[in-house]
């Protein structure tokens, strides 16, 4: 009778198995996946944590800060947009004051040198 029972053990193990190791497997992927998205998950954390004690994001959790960070913003925009066009601007006259040969042309910036020449009474 032990032998009887020996061998319905021995028939019905690779069956068993058979059928336990696919689950096993998908528990272990499981498990591997499982790891990666907590490693990544601990990954983001850290960037975030990084970035929260970042100083602009300091400056835009205080209202007062964000409104004298924007105005300077502002101010520095305005003023670098001014003085490029004042530069950009000045250069291509003087240098359309150069091409007085074309009759057009060269009236056409006679005109806007002697607007800019003239100086505004008080």
Do not use: C, R
Not at 19 to 30: D, Y
Not at 107 to 114: A, F, G, M, N, R
Request: hydrophobic share 45%.
């Amino acid at each position: 009778m032990n032998q009887v029972t020996d061998s319905v053990v021995k028939d019905t193990s690779p069956e068993v198995d058979s059928e336990i190791s696919p689950e096993l497997n998908a528990q272990q992927e499981n498990k591997n996946q499982m790891a990666q998205i907590i490693a990544q998950t601990e990954k983001v954390n850290k960037q975030l944590t990084y970035f929260h004690k970042h100083k602009l994001f300091k400056v835009y959790n205080s209202i007062p800060q964000l409104l004298w960070f924007n105005l300077l913003k502002g101010v520095a925009f305005g003023l670098g947009s001014v003085l490029g066009a004042t530069v950009v601007l000045s250069a291509l006259i003087y240098l359309l004051s150069q091409i007085e040969f074309v009759p057009f042309i060269g009236e056409w910036v006679s005109e806007i040198l002697e607007i800019v020449k003239t100086e505004v009474p008080n």
